[in-house]
C-alpha cells in the first residue's frame, strides 16, 4: 500500500507544480483567509481516482470534498494541497498529504514536499524515510535551544485558543519559531530533525493524519498541549522530539 500511495502523491504533485505560478481559478470557503483553487480540486480528484479504482471498498476524507463512506474499516485522509495559500500567492511551500487509518488507527502516511521533491513516508512500526533515507528527530533537550513551528487558523483575528499568546509565550523561550504555512511541512521538519517541535491550536484531520505517524515513527511524540493522548479529529495538536515536550506544555500554559 504504501508504494501506492507514494505513486498517487506524486501524480497530484506533478500536477500542482504544473499549476504552480499559472492562471487559475480561485474560489473562497468560510472567509477571505480560506481559499481553494482550481489545482487543489484537480489535486483531489486525481487522488480519488486512484483510490476509488484500486481500492474500491475503502473511505475517504478529503478536505475539499468531504467524507465519502463506504463501511470498510480502511479510511484514506487526504489534503491534496497543504499550504494552498502560499501556493495560490507563488511561495514554493506547500505539499500533499495522505494518511491511512485501519479501524482508527494510522497505518501509513506520505507528505509530499512538492517543490523539492522530498517524499516523507511511513509505515506503522517501519521508521519514517525522506526519499528512502531514515530520519529521526532531533536530540535537543532544552527549548532555550530549540527552533519551533506553528501555524495559524483562519479564524485567527478571533484569536481562538489563545492563539496569540501562546505565541509569545513560546517565542520568548525558543531560539526561534517559524511559520511555514503548511502544517504538514511542520512534521516532517519535527520527524527529520529541522524543528525541535511544532504545535497548532487548531488542526484538520487531513492537516496531522500522515504528518502524525511520520512524528511518532521518527522518535517523536504527538499529543494536545497537556500532554494527553490525540486522535486525528483532535484539533489541538504539540509535536516534538519528546525531548523538550513537557518544556512546551509548561510554555503553552495561559
Known amino acids: 500500500m504504501i508504494k501506492d500511495i507514494l505513486e498517487i502523491a506524486g501524480i497530484a504533485g506533478e500536477i500542482i507544480r ?15 483567509k480560506n481559499l481553494v483553487t482550481e489545482i487543489d480540486k484537480k489535486s483531489e480528484k486525481a487522488i480519488m481516482d486512484f483510490i476509488s479504482k484500486k481500492y474500491t471498498t475503502h473511505n475517504i476524507l478529503t ?10 474499516d480502511y479510511l484514506w485522509v487526504i489534503d491534496p494541497i497543504d499550504g494552498t ?10 505539499s500533499v498529504s495522505i494518511g491511512v487509518m485501519k479501524k482508527n488507527e494510522i497505518i501509513a502516511g506520505v507528505v509530499y ?13 517501519s521508521g519514517a524515510f525522506a526519499n528512502n533515507k531514515k530520519i529521526n528527530v532531533s536530540n535537543n533537550n532544552k527549548i532555550g535551544l530549540g527552533v519551533l513551528a506553528t501555524g495559524f487558523p483562519y ?8 492563539a496569540f499568546e501562546r505565541f509569545e509565550s513560546l ?7 517559524r511559520r511555514l504555512g503548511s502544517a ?4 516532517c521538519y519535527v520527524a527529520c530533525g529541522v524543528f525541535d517541535g511544532f504545535w497548532e491550536v487548531a488542526l484538520h484531520p487531513w492537516d496531522l493524519c500522515a504528518g502524525k505517524l511520520l512524528v511518532e515513527e521518527a522518535g517523536g511524540i504527538v499529543t494536545d498541549f497537556a500532554g494527553n493522548e490525540i486522535d486525528i479529529f483532535t484539533p489541538q ?6 525531548k523538550i515536550h513537557q518544556q512546551m506544555i509548561d510554555g503553552l500554559k495561559i
Not at 521533491?117 to 506503522?124: G, P, R, V
Not at 479564524?155 to 489563545?162: G, L, Y
Not at 495538536?237 to 519528546?242: D, P, T, V
Open 155 to 162: 479564524n485567527v483575528a478571533d484569536n481562538p485558543n489563545n
Open 171 to 177: 517565542t520568548k523561550q525558543a531560539r526561534a519559531v
Open 18 to 32: 504544473e499549476g504552480f505560478g499559472k492562471n487559475f481559478q480561485i474560489e473562497y470557503k468560510t472567509n477571505e
Open 63 to 72: 478536505e475539499e470534498s468531504g467524507e465519502h463512506k463506504k463501511n470498510s
Open 85 to 94: 495559500t502560499n501556493f495560490a500567492h507563488g511561495l514554493p511551500i506547500f
Open 113 to 125: 514536499d512538492v517543490m523539492q521533491n522530498i517524499f516523507y513516508s511511513t509505515e506503522k512500526g
Open 237 to 242: 495538536i504539540l509535536a516534538s522530539n519528546k
Open 184 to 187: 504538514a511541512i511542520d512534521f
